[in-house]
């Protein structure tokens, strides 16, 4: 089995309005996030073997912060993509890879997740799919080539909040 994770970036900081959407940090509670759920997947030996992310600097400091080895694939594409060209990129991945992390920014992760799945998770937050939200799916194939809209099951979908004692 083949599992996806879609990762959206964890919470950024608005405290400077010259910085530029692009070059936004993450803020306190996002670096909480991003090391409860690089834990997380490291507790359910879910280690990605390969990582797509948005080269925002938003994307990059959630995966520093999930504290999990391995170096992303930084992706200027990703900056905003939507759901058939970040799905276009997960069939691109080289075979051989059994799990790959995707981390990118809404709309376009939860137009992605909706579109893969067979059926959504019973999540009240999985519509709005929130900062530092993870989908877990599993695909019945052998490469990432062979990953079509609705053949994914949800293994998993939680939230920053179902991690940590705050809301998110």
Do not use: C
Not at 33 to 52: F, M, Q, S, Y
Not at 90 to 96: D, F, I
Not at 101 to 127: K, S
């Amino acid at each position: 089995m083949l599992h996806v994770l879609l990762l959206r970036h964890a919470k950024s900081s608005w405290v400077n309005p010259e910085i530029s959407d692009f070059d936004r940090p993450i803020n306190k509670r996002g670096k909480r996030a991003a090391k409860a759920i690089g834990a997380w997947l490291a507790k359910e030996e879910l280690n990605p073997d390969r990582v797509l992310s948005s080269s925002a600097r938003r994307t990059r400091e959630t995966w520093e912060g999930m504290k999990l080895p391995g170096q992303p694939d930084l992706r200027k594409e990703l900056y905003h993509a939507g759901p058939e060209e970040m799905l276009a990129m997960l069939q691109a991945v080289t075979p051989g890879a059994g799990t790959i992390l995707m981390i990118g920014h809404n709309p376009g992760v939860a137009e992605l997740a909706h579109m893969l799945v067979a059926e959504q998770p019973d999540h009240p937050r999985f519509d709005d799919y929130p900062t530092g939200a993870l989908l877990v799916a599993g695909f019945d194939v052998k490469t990432p080539a062979e990953i079509a809209p609705g053949s994914g099951q949800v293994v998993r979908f939680l939230t920053p909040h179902d991690l940590l004692d705050e809301p998110d």
